[in-house]
């Protein structure tokens, strides 16, 4: 591995997370082995196994996708079953990839590896252009409130890396998005992720094209907006009570920024009390800061005693935050075991936990034609459905639309301790 970073450097460098979607074949693997491999982020063991199985399988050039399929399945079968995880750094950018499943089958597995995404890689066969898979992603990838599409038109190479291809494909695809979320930040690359045009380093074969490679779209991409910086929300996770005789009267509440910017001196309410207090001091590993903001880990004081604990949440004053038992939310079932209706789950949002109920389905979802069916009972796996329920004690939370963090929950099996749904508060 050539790059080489100092830890500081690395630690503060800006982290980009991005996921991967795409039919089956289309070389979602292959595009992110091609990335590792020409950017120089594979370790010389990685690429000397990569070698030995591109070998054994008879291949004539090392099999890229295999940087990225670890399971046994995933490499005999050629196709990816679960979300792999890949890191990698560039002098500009550190790097979180989630490749995801392409099969309908796997809408669970592609919908957890996209939930903390910043950006989604949505591939594009040149071949057969825009296909329903193509609009099942896209819409999973807006439902989830990605910030970015890249749409990478791979294969550019089996159409001689013709211009009308890709503009055809482009039109097609601006067509159907403007449908489900007009107004998105959405860029195109024509691509071969096989031959590495267009990838890490702009393509000869593509004069025509003029928009940049795309790990300088990844590079670049502006995210410290995507999160939410106007309403401060601070999940608390944990009190800290040294109890000792340098900090004996210190009271702190760890936790992870949420939402908004946080400063010492500022009024906050805290919830569900709905108890006012000012903020006293910002603590760090490395000492006090003068401001916090999303997404970092912090520990905050208090002025007066409040009665604080794990599950609460502090908030600027005169916020908007909901507070209620009834909840809305969309959700993928990723349980073998369908919902019922009137079925009892543990639900976690944020640092809180509760019991629910399912009170009602309001509809079932058909990725494959957007359609909504009504009149149904039951949720099964891999299934996207509205729903609604109620909670044993009021959640303080935002619709998911405004922060992705306040907004999202889980449901888990109260019995053998499942996780069974993620959830989208509407």
Request: proline share 4%.
């Amino acid at each position: 591995m050539e790059q080489t970073f100092s830890s500081k450097a690395y630690l503060d460098m800006e982290l980009l997370r991005f996921t991967t979607a795409g039919s089956v074949d289309d070389g979602k693997s292959t595009l992110i082995g091609r990335l590792l491999y020409d950017s120089k982020s594979i370790f010389e063991d990685q690429l000397d196994a990569v070698k030995r199985a591109s070998v054994q399988k008879g291949s004539e050039f090392i099999n890229l996708a295999l940087f990225t399929d670890g399971l046994r399945a995933e490499r005999e079968q050629g196709i990816t079953i679960d979300v792999a995880y890949r890191y990698f750094a560039t002098p500009q950018r550190k790097f979180i990839i989630a490749d995801t499943p392409g099969h309908i089958q796997y809408t669970r597995n592609m919908v957890t590896g996209a939930s903390t995404a910043n950006a989604a890689i949505v591939l594009v066969d040149a071949r057969n252009g825009v296909i329903e898979q193509t609009h099942r992603h896209t819409f999973i990838a807006s439902l989830l409130g990605i910030p970015h599409i890249i749409v990478c038109i791979n294969k550019m190479d089996l159409m001689d890396f013709g211009e009308e291809v890709y503009t055809s494909i482009k039109d097609d695809f601006q067509a159907f998005a403007q449908q489900i979320f007009p107004g998105q930040d959405i860029r195109f690359i024509p691509i071969s992720a096989l031959k590495g045009d267009n990838v890490v380093k702009p393509s000869a074969n593509m004069p025509w094209y003029t928009g940049g490679a795309l790990l300088h779209h990844l590079e670049t991409i502006p995210i410290s907006q995507d999160h939410d910086l106007k309403n401060q929300r601070f999940p608390v996770q944990y009190v800290i009570r040294p109890e000792s005789d340098e900090f004996h009267d210190y009271r702190g509440y760890a936790g992870r920024v949420a939402g908004g910017f946080f400063h010492p001196g500022d009024k906050i309410v805290v919830l569900p009390s709905g108890i006012e207090s000012e903020i006293a001091s910002i603590d760090t590993l490395t000492g006090p800061v003068a401001e916090a903001h999303p997404p970092m880990s912090v520990t905050l004081t208090l002025k007066d005693d409040v009665d604080l604990s794990r599950g609460d949440m502090i908030a600027g004053t005169g916020t908007a935050l909901f507070q209620n038992r009834d909840i809305t939310a969309m959700i993928c079932w990723m349980n073998q075991k369908p919902l019922q209706i009137h079925g009892k789950y543990v639900l976690k949002h944020t640092t809180n936990d509760a019991r629910c109920v399912i009170q009602d389905i309001d509809y079932v979802l058909n990725i494959s034609t957007l359609e909504k069916i009504t009149k149904t009972k039951t949720i099964r796996m891999n299934d996207i459905a509205r729903i609604r329920l109620r909670s044993t004690k009021p959640l303080c939370f935002d619709p998911y639309t405004t922060n992705r963090i306040t907004g999202s929950l889980i449901l888990i099996d109260e019995t053998t301790n499942e996780t069974v749904a993620a959830g989208m508060i509407v």
